[in-house]
Nanobody, 120 residues
């Protein structure tokens, strides 16, 4: 099938930076869009940023100007550069991909998540 693997999470002080990576592998023909979502304990999973194959981007208002999403289409990898981190950014960050498989079917896939903790 298709698997997404995230990396780059960790513990950082407020004002610091982290760079998350997510690589998709498996029966992939193309990926129309990839994105990052986050979920804090007891909260809903919310959109952080998305990027299409044509490099159009969309950001949550809370991260605009601080986070940058990018992708390498040839490597099926999406990145999230997070700067000026705040304690309220603390969450598990999940990678998402809208994948068209070689069998012609399209599905949304999710990674297992990577923990980001921002201390004050």
């Amino acid at each position: 099938q298709v698997q997404l693997v995230e990396s780059g999470g960790g513990l950082v002080q407020a004002g610091g930076s982290l760079r998350l990576s997510c690589t998709a592998s498996g029966s992939i023909f193309s990926i129309a869009a990839m994105g990052w979502y986050r979920q804090a304990p007891g909260k809903q999973r919310d959109l952080v940023a998305t990027i299409t194959s044509g490099l159009s981007t969309n950001y949550a208002d809370s991260v605009k100007g601080r986070f940058t999403i990018s992708r390498d289409n040839n490597k099926n990898t999406v990145y999230l550069q997070m700067n000026s981190l705040r304690p309220e950014d603390t969450a598990v960050y999940y990678c998402n991909a809208d994948v068209r498989r070689w069998d012609g079917r399209s599905y949304d896939y999710w990674g297992q998540g990577t923990q980001v903790t921002v201390s004050s």
